[in-house]
């Protein structure tokens, strides 16, 4: 049998919050899988039902915990008074066309939101990209609907770049834009791959 070690990427962070609480940043750890299941129960399905996975389903987040891939995907999670009360996501895929570019994906527990824990788990994020060598970072959010997480992105310096109109459905059945927001960490090499189209 071969066992594949993933080193874990960095070390715990210490943030204050907004209200002056210690927050610590750290990397998810198989151990987590019980109470990150609990985390995502506890957000409501509105701000769940763009996520591409069921997280409120066990043997999904089983398998997060079981197949953490450090070299695809950099989970991070917010930890305040003990309990996990956000996770970010930094996705990269290491070889291939995109290989320069990074993806980040972040939620709150509702309880702890507005006290700066979004942002700093999105500015950990873009950290970790930019020790990576990333070349920028990429964030969708749903318009009308993520609108905090759109506010919290464009404080941090990303900005919108497209909107695909009427392209995500909301559990509802009403439409809405998507929005896409990047971060340039580094400027692209030459000239002629900015706006080139084919
Ligand atoms: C986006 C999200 C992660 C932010 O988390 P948070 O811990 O509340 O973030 P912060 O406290 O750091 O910042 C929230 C900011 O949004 C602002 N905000 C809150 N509601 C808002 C709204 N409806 N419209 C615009 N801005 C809003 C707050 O005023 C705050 O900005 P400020 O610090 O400049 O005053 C959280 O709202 C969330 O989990 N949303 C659902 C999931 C989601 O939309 N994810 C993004 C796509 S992956």
């Known amino acids: 049998m071969t066992t594949t070690v993933y080193p874990v990427p960095g070390y715990p962070t210490v943030y204050l919050t907004e209200d002056n609480q210690q927050m610590i940043i750290r990397p998810m750890v198989p151990s987590d899988e019980k109470d990150l299941l609990e985390f995502f129960r506890r957000i409501p399905q509105e701000d769940r039902f763009y996520l591409k996975e069921d997280v409120t389903s066990a043997p999904v987040i089983h398998r997060w915990a079981e197949g953490l891939d450090y070299s695809r995907a950099l989970p991070r999670l917010a930890i305040l008074d003990g309990k996990i009360v956000g996770d970010g996501t930094l996705h990269h895929r290491r070889a291939g066309a995109r290989r320069h570019i990074g993806e980040v994906r972040v939620v709150v527990d509702p309880a702890y939101r507005n006290r700066g824990v979004g942002r700093a788990l999105l500015h950990k994020l873009v950290e970790i990209a930019r020790d990576k060598g990333l070349e920028k970072v990429m964030f969708e959010v749903v318009a009308d609907t993520e609108e905090a997480a759109r506010h ?39 000239e002629e791959t900015e706006g080139s189209i084919f």
């Open 152 to 190: 919290t992105a464009q404080v941090l310096g990303f900005v919108p770049i497209a909107a695909l109109p009427g392209h995500v459905k909301d559990f509802c059945g009403n439409r809405h834009d998507l929005v896409i927001l990047e971060l340039r960490i580094t400027m692209p090499d030459t």
